[in-house]
């Protein structure tokens, strides 16, 4: 169920500019892994899932796009956070975990997919 859930959060992530898709992507797969293999092999062997489970898996990377949209949602949802909390403190825990998530989000390496056609390999 929770990989299920997770599938769809990813699948809207790809419309959607604010949220995320490769975190929900890699924690279905995980759900799926064990679960259901059927599901894990349809994700990785999909057009649009797969080449983002495989520089992950492959390369512990993500893609500039990606990393890209990250930044923006972080910033975005952590800056509405801070906004609208109306305790001091949480303002204040709320900049120190957003430091640390982007201090580690930053230091993801990044590796551009090649597109897989004949002249590429």
Same mark, same amino acid.
């Given at each position: 169920?929770?990989?299920?859930?997770?599938?769809?959060?990813?699948?809207?992530?790809?419309?959607?500019?604010?949220?995320?898709?490769?975190?929900?992507?890699?924690?279905?797969?995980?759900?799926?892994?064990?679960?259901?293999?059927?599901?894990?092999?349809?994700?990785?062997?999909?057009?649009?899932?797969?080449?983002?489970?495989?520089?992950? *898996?492959?390369?512990?990377?993500?893609?500039?796009?990606?990393?890209?949209?990250? &930044?923006?949602? =972080? $910033?975005? +949802?952590? !800056? %509405?956070?801070? *906004?609208?909390?109306?305790?001091?403190?949480?303002?204040?825990?709320?900049?120190? &975990?957003?430091? =640390? $998530?982007? +201090?580690? !989000? %930053?230091?993801?390496?990044?590796?551009?997919?090649?597109?897989?056609?004949?002249?590429?390999?």
């Amino acid at each position: 169920m929770a990989g299920g859930l997770c599938i769809i959060l990813a699948f809207l992530g790809i419309l959607l500019p604010v949220l995320p898709t490769t975190p929900f992507l890699l924690l279905a797969s995980a759900c799926f892994m064990r679960s259901n293999p059927k599901v894990h092999r349809w994700m990785h062997e999909h057009k649009t899932l797969g080449p983002l489970l495989k520089n992950w *898996y492959e390369y512990g990377a993500v893609t500039k796009q990606v990393k890209t949209r990250g &930044v923006i949602f =972080i $910033l975005f +949802s952590f !800056f %509405l956070s801070i *906004y609208f909390s109306p305790i001091l403190w949480v303002k204040g825990f709320l900049v120190v &975990v957003l430091i =640390i $998530l982007l +201090s580690w !989000f %930053l230091r993801l390496p990044t590796h551009e997919l090649v597109a897989d056609s004949e002249e590429n390999h």
